[in-house]
């Protein structure tokens, strides 16, 4: 949250007067191939240093938008600007554009050197300014040293800093990664993840990030796009997509939820309550205004707002215990709730005091301790 | 550790039937090569005595010497035209969809369909008919026709292993199409395209049926020269001549594999 913080306080300062022109803006971008359609009139402006991620499940159309961003697609309807400029018909070698590619794409023949000063040489940039870039860009992702290695010789995280320093030499307009993190073990993508965020606030770069791992997403996010079927389904920042998804797609995408079958109470401006079995809950209105008073939704809740009390406590629901999972950290606890939900409800419980006070086969009460729950129109698949 | 007599049997049997094939595939060339060596003028195996005077025939033969170097001549034109034309015609067909590419596709990727004798007859009906003579350009026309195939499937192919995501991040830094074409694509293409016109060259320099319909005295290549040769002599000068093909040959290609580096070029030694 405080990375957060941070981020908007340098966003303001880096973008200043560039605000109120996003850097990168997709006016109804549509991209058809064949019959099927990849992107279905996409919306979008980017701010400035803003680090934007599209997130969604393979086949959504996200790296279909970042292709179309770079130049390497030609949108069939809709307009795109970077910078203010209409770039729709622009090719990509003149789009000014940084990009990772998930394998990296470093030119096998070249040493580390030639690859990072591959952008400038055809910028024609002199001999002298850019021996100095490359050895500022290498120093930046912290291989000065590797210049005269060839990429064969390096491991997969020297080769994404390579990929890294490579598009942020040329000091795009705008740095797009296509899922580069997901070539990389996992301890080592952890690091990357806070390297390149550190990076990218240093210098301010405006960044599209195209992922499918909403951890990824919600961690290093300024805003997210969460996409589907070749939709975006929301965007706004992390938080405000785990704690009020726009749609069942989202808030099932996005972290962990548990559905429950509510009823809709009453509706009173933007909230709304429900009420799952003898529990209520406010939720937003918004989410569910086509259903009447008295009508059934589905409520959705994050395993962290669920708590163990004891059954028949009142504001609580009944249930059984029928698996324990333990995490290091906290207690996953499968609870079965036939009355409230179809499937196991997931609660976490913090710490280990879920293992001995909840064991399999206990019967319990849970009760809902949260406001960030959300309700949507019933309905099977998200 | 201890084995079962079933997995012994296996691994001796894999070996004697190893040794089979090896011996099957070098038998003929074995054969020619202990031949090569007879003292006496006939083709007998195994030679009663030896001698190394059909080697110096070989060389000293001014019909040999001189297919030698028409065909070495062939071989390099044709392969260089067949590696030209052949590229840009598997370019073509890997990256644009036009009229007519998936027949174009498959006929010049199949050049097994047309035997070298219709090649050879052909271009030589060709030529009667135009009053074109039968010079060098007409045998390197017919090479070419019958190594085309084989260069552009060897590119076809390597531009299939290309990635096209690194023209793609050349184009993202500012490289022009044509830029791209000469720093990322021809360089990565190399060890396809050597690779095809070294197994062009060898098939146009041991190229027989065809040659033999459109050369001439003045054009005709090696293989041809030796089949001159044979109507009139049946000592042991072919096969010291197949020896030292044999022995030129793969010397040429050790020394392409070990000093042009093949092994680098190709990308597949470790470091």
Redesign the interface.
Known sequence: MLMRTNQMAANTSVAGSDKARPAVQLDGVTKRFGDSIALHEAWLKIRSSEFMTLLGPSGCGKTTLLNLV???LEADGGEIFIEGALVTET?????????V?Q?Y?L???MSVAKNVA??LK??GVDKKEMARRVDEALALVKLSGFSDRKP??LSGGQQQRV?LA??LV?RPKVL?LDEPFSALDKNLRGSMQVELKQIQRELGVTTIFVTHDQGEALSMSDRIAVMSAGRIRQIAAPDEIYRRPADRFVASFVGDANVLNGRLVERSGDAAVVSIGEVRASVPAATIAEVAIGGSVDVFVRPEHLSVTSRGASGSLPGTVTTQVFQGGHVDLYIDAPGSARDPILLRSPGIAGLSSCPVGAEIGLSIGSDDIVAFPPGEAP | MKRSPGTLLLRWSGRVLVATVLLFVLLPGIVVAISAFNDRAILAFPPQSWSLRWFWRAFSYADFAKGFWNGLAVTVWASSIALVVGSAFAFAIHRYKFALRDLLEGILLSPLIIPHYTIGLGVLILASQTNVERGFPLVIFAHVVMVLPFVMRSTYISLENLDIRLELAASSLGATPLRILFTVTIPLLIPGLLSGWLFAAILSFNEFTATLFVSSQATQTLPVAMYNYVREFADPTLAALSVIYIVVTATLLTIANSVLGLGRILNVDAH
Do not use: D, K, S
């Not at chain 1, 090719?91 to 990009?99: L, Q, S």
């Open positions: 770079a130049g390497f090719p990509a070698h003149m789009r000014e554009i940084g990009i590619f394998n794409a030119f096998p023949h591959y952008g055809t910028r064969r010789q990929a490579r598009a040329i797009l």
